[in-house]
Nanobody, 122 residues
Framework: QVQLVESGGGLVQPGGSLRLTCAVS????????MAWFRQAPGKEREGVSY????????FYTTSVKGRFTISRDNAKNTVYLQMNRLQSEDTAVYSC???????????????WGQGTQVTVAS
């Protein structure tokens, strides 16, 4: 059974940091591109970042570039998103996804987690 389980969300003050974790099971992680998406209240889901199957290639949407870092540990079946200098605009439900293409198009991803809430507020 394929599972992607996110954790690490919470409430953080502006300027703070969080590290999200996506634990996967039921498939071979190193065969997949992994990505993080987010959906803010009242907005469409947007792609935040992706990482190639062995971690050699990454991409970030403009609004998080220089603040967020995606990484993966295939041996631990885990993907991470380190988020620094968080802003109120980063408030959203963050979900990880597994796919076969280096893309942030939602239709490129086969498996999705349920998400973890990140709230940036003072």
């Amino acid at each position: 059974q394929v599972q992607l389980v996110e954790s690490g969300g919470g409430l953080v003050q502006p300027g703070g940091s969080l590290r999200l974790t996506c634990a996967v099971s039921g498939f071979t992680l190193d065969s997949y591109v992994m990505a993080w998406f987010r959906q803010a209240p009242g907005k469409e889901r947007e792609g935040v970042s992706y990482i190639s199957s062995y971690g050699g290639g990454t991409f970030y949407t403009t609004s998080v570039k220089g603040r967020f870092t995606i990484s993966r540990d295939n041996a631990k079946n885990t993907v991470y998103l380190q988020m620094n200098r968080l802003q109120s605009e980063d408030t959203a439900v963050y979900s990880c996804a597994a796919g076969r293409k280096l893309s942030l198009r939602e239709d490129s991803f086969d498996y999705w987690g349920q998400g973890t809430q990140v709230t940036v507020a003072s």
